[in-house]
């Protein structure tokens, strides 16, 4: 997207678009739009995630927090190099160019995908239960 990158799932939620199950999670947790403002109802369970993770989590929540609302969209084209123009349109980020922006090399971008793809079939193994 233009003013991207934006998850475009987040993005349809954001304007009341999604399955019937999405937006009830959604709307369990997040206020109504207003303008292009939300607000967290609850604080989120950070339970499935570790301390790392929250971590991360955070200071990135600190960086973008310092930049100015009308700014958001700049900063991420200037900090996200996977992020290329659409024009008009939107296109997918394959996650192999984060991970290659993020300086990981292909023998470990491919132990990456292959380890998603491992509890991707595990998921739907064990889904069947």
Request: one cysteine or more; a negative charge; aromatic letters at 6%.
């Amino acid at each position: 997207m233009p003013k991207g990158p934006v998850l475009s799932r987040i993005y349809n939620l954001f304007r009341g678009q999604g399955t019937a199950d999405d937006l009830r999670e959604w709307n369990s947790n997040f206020s109504q739009t207003v303008g292009n403002t939300i607000r967290l109802l609850k604080e989120p369970d950070l339970g499935p995630l570790s301390e790392d993770e929250q971590d991360v989590l955070e200071a990135a929540r600190l960086e973008i927090h310092s930049v100015a609302p009308w700014e958001v969209s700049k900063w991420l084209h200037d900090n996200c190099p996977e992020w290329k123009d659409p024009s008009d349109s939107s296109r997918a980020i394959d996650p192999a160019e984060i991970l290659r922006a993020a300086g990981r090399t292909d023998a470990e971008i491919k132990m990456i995908e292959e380890s998603s793809e491992t509890f991707k079939q595990i998921d739907k193994l064990l889904g069947k239960l």
